[in-house]
C-alpha cells in the first residue's frame, strides 16, 4: 500500500497571545532583537530568554541550522509553569539541518531541560537524532521527525556519567510522526526510540511510526547499562518500517512495528490499542524480553515474518487480533494467553473481516489517531 501523505501536524485555533512572557523567533530573526512579534529573534537566543511559564512562538518557514539546538539541563519550567516552544498559530516552523554531517554528536533538538511543551514543530535532516529528550516531564506533541539519521526521536540518558536517578521520564510524546528517518549503515534509525538508558513513565499516545529503514519503535536494552523503566505504547500505530517511502531498503536494518526489548532482560512494558501493519519483519516482538508485559487490543495484519513474536517470558495478551491476505508465519505467544485473542496460525478468524483493505490515517482535531483499514475505521 503506497504511504499516504499526510499534512504538517495541525496546532490549536489561534490564541491571543500573552501579553507578557512571550518570546517571537523566526528564520529571519537575530539573536540580539527584542524577541517581540515585529522583532523577533532566533530560536537559540529564544530559548534562553524564556522563563518559567513563558512561551517561544516560533514563526512558520524553514531554520537553516547547522548545530543542535540544545535545551540545556537545568533551563527548567516547573509542573504547573511548563516552559512552551510552540508554532505559531497557523503556521509550520521547520527546522532544517541539512548542513550536519552524520555523526552521534549531530542532533537535532536536544531537549536536555525539564518540564518543557514543545508543540508543532518539524525536525528533519540532523546527522543523528532529529528530537532527541534527556529530560524529564516534558510534552511532545504534534511534531514531525523525518529525514533524520538516526532515530526520528529519542529518549536516552543525556551523557554516559548522568546517574541512572536523572535518566529520563515521565515524558509525554503526543500526536507526533516520524518517517524516513535512515542511518548510512541502515541498522539504527528508528522512528521512535526510548532505549539503552530510560527512566520510568514514559509514554507514547497517538504517535505514528512508518518508513523508517530499522523499526517503527526501539525499547532496546544492554546488559552493561541494565533495565530501563516501563514504557507505555497506546493508541499508536508502525506501518511500512525496513522501506523507506522511496522504496529504498537496507540488509542491516530490523524492520518490525514495535521492537519491545533486548539482551534477556526484563522489563514490564505496555503496549495496547496500537496497529502493526506491513513492517518488513515482525509487527510485535518481545526481541529477547523476557518480562511480563501487557499486550493488549493490538491488531497486526500482514508483517513479513510473524505479526506477534513472542518466544519466551510471562506476558499477559488479552483481545488482540492478527490477521493476513496470503500465507506467513504463524504467531508465536509464550505467556498468560486466554481465547480473547485472535491470533493466526494458518487462517483467519472471524474479525479480520472487517480489516482487510488499503490503510489510510490521519489526526482528529484534537489530536486523536484516525485510522481507516478498508470499511473499517478505528478512532483512538
Not at 104 to 109: E, F, I, S, T, V
Not at 317 to 330: E, K
Request: proline fraction near 6%; hydrophobic fraction near 30%.
Amino acid at each position: 500500500t503506497p504511504p499516504p501523505t499526510t499534512p504538517p501536524p495541525t496546532t490549536p485555533p489561534p490564541t491571543t497571545p500573552p501579553a507578557s512572557g512571550a518570546v517571537y523567533a523566526s528564520p529571519q530573526g537575530t539573536d540580539g532583537a527584542a524577541g517581540t512579534q515585529s522583532n523577533p529573534t532566533t530560536i537559540t537566543s529564544a530559548i534562553t530568554r524564556v522563563a518559567a511559564g513563558g512561551t517561544i512562538y516560533l514563526r512558520g518557514g524553514t531554520y537553516s541550522l547547522a548545530k543542535t539546538v540544545t535545551i540545556a539541563p537545568g533551563n527548567n519550567g516547573t509542573s504547573s509553569a511548563r516552559k512552551k516552544l510552540i508554532a505559531y498559530p497557523g503556521e509550520t516552523p521547520v527546522l532544517n539541518f541539512s548542513a550536519m554531517s552524520e555523526d552521534p554528536a549531530n542532533r537535532g533538538l536536544a531537549l536536555n531541560g525539564s518540564y518543557w511543551h514543545v508543540q508543532g514543530v518539524v525536525v528533519e535532516r540532523a546527522g543523528d537524532n532529529g528530537i532527541f529528550v534527556g529530560g524529564s516531564n516534558n510534552i511532545i506533541e504534534r511534531t514531525i521527525t523525518r529525514f533524520n539519521r538516526d532515530s526520528g526521536l529519542q529518549i536516552s540518558r543525556i551523557a554516559s556519567d548522568t546517574p541512572r536517578d536523572q535518566w529520563p521520564a515521565n515524558n509525554l510524546v503526543l500526536s507526533a510522526e516520524s518517517h524516513d528517518n535512515a542511518d548510512s549503515d541502515g541498522e539504527d534509525a528508528d522512528g521512535f526510540a526510548a532505549k539503552l538508558t530510560v527512566g520510568n513513565g514514559n509514554v507514547f499516545r497517538y504517535a505514528v511510526s512508518h518508513n523508517n529503514i530499522d523499526d517503527g519503535w526501539d525499547l532496546y536494552t544492554k546488559s552493561d547499562t541494565g533495565a530501563i523503566g516501563p514504557v507505555t505504547i497506546e493508541d499508536s500505530l508502525a506501518y511500512n518500517n525496513g522501506t523507506l517511502s522511496d522504496g529504498s531498503q537496507a540488509g542491516n536494518g530490523d524492520r518490525n512495528g514495535f521492537k519491545l526489548g533486548g539482551e534477556d532482560i526484563a522489563v514490564n512494558h505496555t503496549v495496547r490499542r496500537t496497529i502493526a501493519f506491513r513492517n518488513g519483519k515482525h509487527g510485535f516482538t518481545y526481541n529477547r524480553n523476557p518480562g511480563s508485559m501487557s499486550i493488549s487490543n493490538n491488531i497486526s495484519i500482514d508483517n513479513t515474518e510473524r505479526n506477534f513474536s513472542f518466544d519466551a517470558g510471562t506476558s499477559v495478551f488479552r483481545s488482540n487480533t492478527s490477521c493476513r491476505s496470503g500465507s506467513g508465519s504463524n504467531d508465536k505467544t509464550v505467556g498468560n494467553v486466554d481465547s480473547s485473542n485472535q491470533f493466526w496460525t494458518g487462517s483467519n478468524g472471524s474479525r479480520c473481516a472487517n480489516y482487510s483493505g488499503a490503510l489510510k490515517w490521519s489526526f482528529a482535531s484534537d489530536g486523536r489517531l484516525v485510522v481507516t483499514l478498508g470499511g473499517k475505521t478505528v478512532t483512538f
